[in-house]
Every structure is written in C-alpha cells, then in structure tokens.
C-alpha cells in the first residue's frame, strides 16, 4: 500500500496554488541592504526569486553533520544574491554594479578602510573571489573558482584593506575519492563502559569512505590575495576550519581539524589543532590539541572540556583570548565558577580575564579597560552582564544587570559597536564612560524600539529615543558619540520597511524607496489579541482576516498556526512580544496565504508550557498545551470571528508536534496540517526542544508527550508533510514516515507528502507552490466544506 501511495503521488507532479498565491511567490523583493564601516555606502543585493528544484538537486555530499557541494568547495544549497548595486547616503539613485550574467553572489564583506567590497561569485567549477572598488564601481575578478567555503567563508579582509586571506583549494589535490561498491567488510560499532551520550544529529559519518570525502571537501590552503595582483602561500595544505589573521596583520589563529573522527557527533567536535602562526617569519607555535569531544553530557549548558575557542581581541593590535570550562563542562555539576577567560599578547604571558559563576555567554571589547561581558544559565534562565576591565587581573567584574532572559519586558538591547582603530567592531563608548544600547522594546504598552545611552560606572540608563506612533522603526546604526546622527529601519502595516538617515534624533531624510510586492495584502486585517487560559494567564496571538473582511460576512474557516514554548515562570510566558505595526506580506508555504482563500490565521498563539521551580514543564505538558489551544478558540469564537466547526491546527516541526498532540488530546479541530515533525520522542532519547532529560529519566514524560503513542486518539483529518532531506535535530523522515503508517493502521484519516530533494524548510519554487496546493486543498475539503460534527463520516 505504501509504495503504491507513494507511486501515485509522484505521477501527478508538482501542483500550484492558485494565481494569487503564485504571483506573490514569483514577485522580486526588495533588496537586502548592508553599510560601509564608515557609514557613507550602503549596498543593495538583488534578493533571488524562489530557486527551482534543479538547482536543489545539484549534488550535495551529506558528512559530519554538514551538507557540502562538492563542485563548489561550499555548503550545498547556499542563499546567493543576484545583483548588486551601489548607494551613497548622500545620493539618491543607486548605480549598478556590472557582473557576469547570471551572478551568483555570497559571502560579501566590506574592507575595513570602506573603500572595496569584497565577494564571491558562484560558478559552475567553484567560488571566485571579486573585489568592487567603491569610488568607481568596478567590479574585479582576484582568483579562479577556487575557493573553499566548506567550513564558512572563504575570506577575510587584512587589517589595511590591501588584501584578502582566503581558504583556497590546493591545485596539487587529486579528484575525490570514489567509493567502492564492493565492501570491504562489515560496519562495527562499540562502546567499552564510557558514557557518551549525543543528541539525534542527521548526516554524520558513516565510513571510511565518508571520512575520506570529508577530509577531501575540507582540505584547503591559506593564501594571501592581495588587491595589487600579488599573492602568496601563509598555511599549507590541512583540514582548516579557521584562519583568522590579527588586528594590526601580523600572525594568524590556525584551526585545523585530525582524526579520529566520530560516527556519533559531528565535525564541531571532532578533534581540532589550534595554532598560532607568525607571517613575517613563517614560524607557527601550537596552542592546543583538543580531543574527540564524543562525550559532552546533555544538560543544558554543558560544554567542551579545554579551550572552547581562540579569537583575536578586536581593540588590540595582537592579543587573543579563549575561554575554558572550570566545572569540566558537564553543567549538572555544582560548581561555584563555571568558565575562566583568559588573554595572551604575542609574547607575553596569558592572563586571567574573568572568571564566570555562571556559563560564559560573550564579551563585546571596548578598550584597554572597558569590556562588556556577559553570563547565563539555563535552569534557572538567567543572564547577568558585568563591567569588566581586561587590564586588571580577573578583571574586577562590577554587574550592571541581573535579569531572566525569557522576560521581554526586561530586556535592555544590545551594544551599539563601530569601526574601532584596527577596523573591527569594538563597543562605541562615548564620553563620561557611557555605551549606547539598542532593543527591542517589548513592554505593557506595546513594542517600541528603543535606543538608551547606558554608563558603565553604574548601569544607570536614559532613553534617548523610542519608535512612537503606527509605526515599527529600529535603529541600524549609530553615526556619532552624542547619537543625534543615526540611520533606522520604519515600517508600518502599511509601509514597506525603508531607511532612514535621522538628525537630530527626529528629522528623517528617507535613503531607500522600496515598495509593496504583494498589494494583495494591503487591505488585510491585522491585530494582537490577547484572551485568557482558565487558569487566569494572559496569553497574546497575531490574528489577520482576509482583505476586505467585514463582520457581516459572518465568522470564517479559521487556521491556528502554533509553536509552543517553555519557560519557568508564568510573567515571562504571559508576555507581548509582537508589534502589530509591522510590515505583514507572507512569502514562501507561510500560512498567512490562506488569507487570499478567506481564511481567518491565527498566527503564533502563545501555548506557554511551564515548569516553576523544580517542577520541568513537560511534565504538564499536555493539559497546559490543550488549554493555551482552547482559550484561542474561545476567544476566536466568542469574538464572532471565526466558525467552530471550521476550525484548523497547523504547524511546522515542533508545531507539527503540536498539530498531530492537539489532534489525539482535544476534539477543538476539525483537521491538522503537520509539517517537518517528529512525533516518536523514543527516537530521540537524549533531549529535544527545551527538553534536557533523557527517556530513561523522563519515560512517562516523553511517552506522554509523544502523539505516536495516542494515534487512535486522532480521529479527524490530518495532513503530513516532510521534506525528502530534513537534515534538522529529531526530525527525521523516517518520523512522519512512521507516523503515517500507524495512522493508516488504525484507519485514520491521513494523507503524507514527501517533497524530494528539501531539508527542515522548503526551498525550491515547486515545492513551495506544492505545499501551498496541499494546505488549501486539505483545508476547503475538511475544514471550509465540511459538514457540521456527527452529520458526516469523518
């Protein structure tokens, strides 16, 4: 029966939506846009309209948890750009930028002085490195289709803008292995009393012939390009992960990866050299040699044992720092300091810089004794950020705040940075020891970006700006220490989002124009709504009706698209944390399309599950998740808005989940659409989503939390979708595989749809308008044209 299912479905081929639907997934978007350092240039990439299955189906070598093309030496299925053009903020038309027809454009970056752009091309044999003159607009081709960006980009600019360093592949590399189709013998596997648990990762290795590939798709040279047509060889020829040359460009952090490999974990833990290498005189100096890291435990938290990272201080001309666990990383241990981070100056002694009571989250540099450093944790979801001061030795940390990080309404932003001496993002510290910082906004009143000058010495804080009105404007960047020069980012639900140079703080001089790409849209309905769980918790969705929706028309066929969460505390979960002055226009398979067929969407419902104090949320999982579901279509109904007996659940990956639970555990739903999910919680025994037990600590939760175990429960509609390729954690096919077969066992209702070639999320122009023909299909048959309950037999 299977195969003959699947049969079928491939003869018919791909479907399409109606016109409305594919004219919005065939329309070009506006640009995507990137600022020179120096804030005088912006760039405009032309955004590629869907790609078609062909290109999915180039070939992908699937390794170590990566997925490679191994005719490009760059990860399969990368986004491209498709043109570019050149702005001036003190201009208004932008001038295009002449490339090779065709152009496939990534891994863009700008020099540190602002005057080139550099980036690569993709072509058939490989990625080629072009520079852009800013001053002229010339575009320059600097090497043959012969980088390699299997480990991330391929490139990075020197510190005085002359040149590149590039991952290159080496011209004496011979053609990749080919793997024999006769074995060699039999694939053997054991474990000999160690504990090395590992979270359901898809693509690992499987071979000696998969180990050969990967270390023949990462293997690369280092080579400097520089812009006058010279080059030279820096690192020979060795698995490279990261080549990062210092600050003022005299040596470079080397990170290669060795054997042995694992077949249980992928190649960020794989065993890794670090190096430092000394450019003028060629010397190289051995940082460490880190190990197989197979055996991280699974709480949340734990880490790498050793030196996790090296990285370059960015206000420094030559000083690198790493951090290191103190609790052996395993974060079910207690322990009063969990990570040290230490400096080291090219030929001075290492330094501690700061110690961690909690798990290390990040530094962002400012100066010689300004730094910006933050912790978190967790169980608890704390996050606490410190002043420190690199030049003392643990840096007398001074706290500036202490906040639960799932509590939006605490939030204060992010750190605005600018180019600092050696052309890298340091903090922007303005006089009287003050940063700027830069957030969200959520808050009782609504979300409203904001931007706040905040003082080290302290942590006090001033509001220096806020987005007010109908509108949703955030601040891009800052242009001077007094922040009265800044470029933003408005939009409204009526107005596309453009930029803006803003003077004085209020003064707006617009520096795009971009304009609607779906007026189909623009009569649409949008609103945050919030309603009640019976257990007095406030709750929020997004809810959008149909242009030219009006009351009388009566209550609609109405889809719920949800995705649950976890949190510790109920006035976290209760938050506001969408703007509905937001530019709403739905792309791809989004659900928000159905509202061109008359259906009401009630987008991102908050479904909180919570755990208070020692109590883990999962364990109440399914009565939380059924009554954050049924006071949605309380409301919905009670509003008049939407049609009890015409309403859908939906969801993509852990909404699927959610989908297919709310089927078995409620009879609120007349059909499901499930989407990349996972429904057997055995088959992922080590974790998933916020989950950090094992199934052997948690038996009944996952049993209880998994709709495999309830199929007979699922007594209405439901539609399984899953690309052929999904290569996220726990979301196997073989899931909604299974899935579908225990349904058709017990006689469900169930249709699955494989979509050849796609991973987690569909890409292809096919695939997409196939989804969409799917969803509208199921929907008018078992939600708008059903017949009332018990009139029909469903």
Not at 609 to 628: A, C, K, R, T
Request: net charge negative; glycine share 8%; proline share 7%.
């Amino acid at each position: 029966m299977l195969v003959l299912a699947l049969s079928l479905a491939y003869a018919g081929g791909y479907e399409n939506p109606p016109e409305a639907m594919a004219s919005i997934l065939d329309a070009s978007r506006p640009p995507a846009v990137s600022m020179s350092p120096d804030n005088t240039m912006m760039a405009l990439f032309d955004r590629p309209q869907l790609a078609p299955i062909s290109e999915l189906a180039e070939p992908v070598v699937r390794v170590a948890g990566l997925q490679l093309n191994p005719k490009t030496r760059a990860r399969a299925r990368a986004y491209t750009y498709r043109g570019l053009s050149l702005k001036p903020l003190d201009r208004s038309d932008p001038e295009t930028v002449e490339l090779p027809e065709g152009a496939r454009i990534s891994n863009v970056s700008w020099s540190p002085d602002s005057s080139h752009l550099a980036l690569t091309l993709t072509e058939p044999g490989g990625l080629s490195l072009w520079t852009v003159e800013l001053a002229s607009g010339e575009a320059v081709r600097r090497t043959e289709a012969e980088l390699n960006a299997t480990a991330g980009a391929p490139c990075s600019w020197l510190p005085n803008s002359t040149g590149l360093v590039c991952k290159v592949v080496p011209g004496e590399l011979e053609a990749m292995p080919e793997e024999s189709a006769v074995p060699t013998g039999p694939r053997i596997d054991e474990n000999l009393g160690r504990k090395t648990p590992a979270r359901t990762y898809a693509n690992l290795l499987s071979s000696p012939h998969d180990e050969a590939v990967f270390a023949w798709l990462l293997t690369a040279s280092v080579d400097q390009i520089n812009l006058d047509g010279t080059r030279k060889r820096i690192a020979e020829p060795a698995l490279i992960d990261t080549a990062d040359v210092s600050p003022d460009g005299s040596h470079m952090l080397l990170s290669t990866l060795h054997p042995p490999f694992s077949y249980h974990v992928p190649a960020n833990r794989f065993p890794v050299r670090w190096e430092l290498l000394d450019l003028a005189e060629g010397s190289r100096k051995q940082l460490v040699d880190l190990p197989l890291a197979d055996a991280i435990p699974v709480a949340f938290g734990s880490v790498r044992e050793g030196p996790r990272f090296y990285a370059w201080r960015p206000d420094q001309a030559q000083t690198y720092y790493w951090v290191e666990a103190l609790d052996g990383g395993d974060a079910g241990v207690e322990a009063s300091e969990r990570d040290a981070v230490y400096q080291q100056t090219v030929g001075a002694e290492p330094t501690l810089v700061w110690k961690t009571a909690l798990r290390f989250s990040g530094i962002a540099w400012g100066d010689d004794s300004r730094a910006l450093a933050s912790e978190w944790w967790w169980q608890t979801r704390t996050e606490r950020s410190f002043r420190i001061d690199p030049s003392v030795e643990g840096g007398a940390p001074a706290m500036l705040w202490e906040r639960n990080y799932q509590d939006a309404y605490v939030d204060p932003g992010s750190p605005v940075t600018e180019t600092g001496p050696f052309g890298r993002q340091v903090l922007r510290i303005a006089e009287h020891d003050m940063i700027f910082m830069t957030g969200k906004g959520a808050s009782e009143e609504g979300v409203y970006p904001f931007l706040d000058r905040l003082w080290l010495e302290d942590g006090t804080t001033e509001r220096l700006w806020r987005s007010s009105g109908e509108s949703y404007e955030t601040v891009v960047d800052v242009l001077d220490d007094q922040a009265r020069q800044m470029v933003t980012r408005r939009e409204s639900k009526s107005e596309p989002p453009n930029y803006f140079l803003k003077k004085n703080r209020r003064r707006n001089s617009p520096l795009t124009d971009f304009e609607d790409w779906a007026p189909a849209f623009e009569d649409m309905h949008k609103e945050i709504v919030t309603y009640t769980r019976d257990d007095g918790l406030e709750l929020s969705a997004t809810l959008y009706l149909p242009p030219g929706y009006d009351k009388s028309d009566g209550p609609l066929p109405t889809v719920l698209w949800a995705y649950p969460r976890e949190f510790k505390d109920r006035k976290s979960a209760s938050r506001v944390t969408k703007s509905e002055y937001r530019f709403s226009r739905p792309g791809g398979s989004s659900v928000r399309m159905l509202l061109l067929e008359g259906y009401a969407v009630l987008d991102g419902p908050k479904i909180p599950i919570i755990g208070e104090g020692d109590s883990e949320p999962n364990d109440q999982y399914v009565e939380q998740l059924v009554s954050g579901a049924k006071a949605a279509v309380d409301y919905l109904v009670e509003r008049g808005v939407s049609d009890p007996e015409r309403m859908a659940i939906g969801g993509h990956s852990y909404g699927a989940f959610t989908t297919a639970n709310l089927l078995a555990h409620s009879d609120l739903f007349r059909a499901g659409i499930a989407r990349s999910g996972a429904y057997n919680r055995s088959l992922t025994p080590f974790g998933f989503q916020s989950e950090q037990r094992t199934y052997w600590e948690a038996t009944d939760t996952y049993i209880e939390m998994s709709p495999f175990s309830h199929v007979e429960k699922i007594d209405e509609p439901i539609l399984l979708l899953h690309g052929q390729k999904d290569s996220n954690s726990g979301t196997y096919p073989v899931q909604s595989e299974r899935m579908f077969e225990a349904l058709k066992g017990v006689g469900g209702t169930v249709r699955w749809v494989e979509l050849p070639l796609e991973d987690h999320g569909y890409r292809a122009r096919e695939s997409v308008g196939h989804t969409l023909w799917e969803m509208l299909t199921w929907l008018d048959t078992y939600v708008k044209n059903a017949e009332p309950r018990g009139t029909s037999a469903e």
